[in-house]
């Protein structure tokens, strides 16, 4: 799994290949605030992973062993995070909800998709 974060276009360098699949998300407007939180489901709601970011991004890089080509996926900013630990920003073993939907896509037939938020 990777995920990581800036807050411009300055520090932002495009995945461009992936031995996983993966997405580069670019937003206008902060996608998350700092100490909020983001999750990215599948269409059948398993959930690929829950990030807690330390500041308000813009940026994003998500890919993990579990996406797949083609596929649709959701992303929820926001809401809490009860129960679980956090390492390095990583969400595990606990409750996400409240989030709101900040967008859905599928990614597409190459390993990276790039998506504007």
Known sequence: ML???????????????SAQVGV???STS????????????DANGTVIGTFKTPLAYYYFHLSSPDMKVST????????????????????????????TLKKSFTTGTSK?????L
């Open 30 to 41: 902060a996608v998350s605030t700092a100490s909020g939180f983001i999750q990215i489901k």
């Open 3 to 17: 995920f990581g974060g800036c807050m411009n276009s300055g520090m932002f360098e495009s995945i461009s290949s």
């Open 112 to 116: 990276v998709s790039t998506l504007t």
């Open 24 to 26: 580069n998300l670019k």
């Open 72 to 99: 649709a996926y959701s992303i929820y900013t926001g809401g809490t995070y009860t129960g679980g630990s956090t390492t390095g920003g990583y969400c595990t073993g606990g409750n996400y909800s409240g989030g």
